[in-house]
């Protein structure tokens, strides 16, 4: 004889994405960056994750400011 008993699982859904730099919120046909970097030994940021979301306008202002620009292709 099998016994049954009711459960309740809880889902993390997600509801929206808001810019980290400039806190607009991007609708869901939207495209963003989404960065997630765990931290390795030898920098001041060791063992620490940082995780965020970008807009394109945001990441564009900011691969503006680099030396070498990302490489693109297809």
Not at 9 to 14: D, G, L, P
Not at 25 to 38: A, C, G, H, M, Q
């Amino acid at each position: 004889m099998k016994i049954f008993k009711k459960i309740i699982v809880i889902k993390n859904k997600q509801d929206k994405v808001i810019c980290n730099c400039c806190g607009s919120e991007l609708d869901s046909r939207t495209d963003f960056l989404y960065v997630n970097k765990k931290w390795g030994y030898g920098t001041d940021l060791d063992g620490q994750r940082h995780s965020f979301d970008l807009c394109a306008d945001c990441y564009k202002k900011m691969i503006g400011k680099f030396k070498i620009p990302p490489e693109k292709g297809i």
